[in-house]
């Protein structure tokens, strides 16, 4: 048994997402859409299969949303490379850790994405 009780470092926070755990993640969130993609793929095609039009049209609708957070994980990875990964192009400031923890790929900071809608 440890009598060590002194605190564990505290890992202050980092301000910034490092450009590796952002790659990490993004390329994480990447591999997961994808495989959600495979597997509408794969439920579609039976759906239509069988003529189940609603939901092939359900699926239609969640494999363009797939798509388009792939196509944001994408530029994403593009910021990460050139710098601009984790600053909000909208007022410049960073985005917060805890936001890029749970969206990645987002772009803006909170107000302006609300603003841009
Ligand atoms: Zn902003």
């Given at each position: 048994m440890s009598l060590d009780t002194r605190t564990p470092p505290v890992e202050a926070r980092p301000e910034r997402v490092t450009p590796r755990e952002a790659r990490r993640r993004l390329e994480h969130e990447r591999a997961s859409r994808l495989a959600q993609l495979q597997a509408i793929g794969d439920a579609g095609r039976e759906a239509q299969a069988v003529e189940e039009a609603d939901e092939a049209q359900v699926m239609a609708a969640q494999r363009d949303t797939i798509e388009r957070v792939l196509r944001e994980v994408e530029a994403a990875l593009v910021r990460v490379q050139d710098g601009s990964?984790?600053?909000?192009?909208?007022?410049s400031k960073s985005i917060p850790v805890e936001r890029l923890e749970i969206l990645?790929?987002?772009?803006?900071?909170v107000p302006c994405q609300r603003k841009t809608g």
């Open positions: 990964y984790g600053t909000c192009p909208g007022c990645p790929y987002t772009q803006f900071c």
